[in-house]
């Protein structure tokens, strides 16, 4: 009886305080040890933009973004002083938006 009172006390009190040590729990971690957030860069488009599969202008147009789309840049490619690249992301909420429409894809800058 008094085994299954200990067990009973220490589960409860994991189950209390070991979620906010976890990732997901509550603790505020420090954004400055993920590199690829100091990395990223959020864009709007000022004109309407094609979005093509790979990087050069013959390439299959896969949609035409709107004035005013959000994207977030994934790389970017120097071809020449004239012609640079970006691989980006749409920033869109996948579950009211098309959940099947194109998210990623290269734009001319």
Same mark, same amino acid.
């Given at each position: 009886?008094?085994? !299954?009172?200990?067990?009973? +006390? ?6 209390? +305080?070991?979620? /906010?040590? &976890?990732?997901?729990?509550? +603790?505020? $971690? ?7 957030? !100091?990395? *990223?860069?959020? /864009? /709007?488009?000022l004109a309407n933009c094609s979005l093509y599969t790979f990087p ?6 896969? &949609?035409?973004?709107?004035?005013? *789309? *959000? &994207? *977030? ?8 002083? !004239?012609?640079?690249?970006? $691989? ?12 099947? $429409?194109?998210k990623r894809g290269w734009i001319k800058i």
């Amino acid at each position: 009886m008094m085994k !299954n009172l200990i067990k009973n +006390i220490c589960l409860i009190g994991f189950a209390l +305080i070991g979620p /906010i040590t &976890l990732p997901a729990g509550g +603790i505020q $971690r420090n954004l400055n040890e993920y590199n690829i957030l !100091n990395n *990223s860069k959020e /864009i /709007i488009l000022l004109a309407n933009c094609s979005l093509y599969t790979f990087p050069k202008v013959n390439a299959t147009k896969l &949609l035409v973004l709107d004035t005013g *789309s *959000s &994207l *977030s840049v994934l790389q970017e490619w120097v071809v020449n002083e !004239n012609d640079t690249w970006a $691989r980006v992301e749409l920033l869109t909420n996948q579950f009211i938006d098309h959940p099947n $429409r194109t998210k990623r894809g290269w734009i001319k800058i």
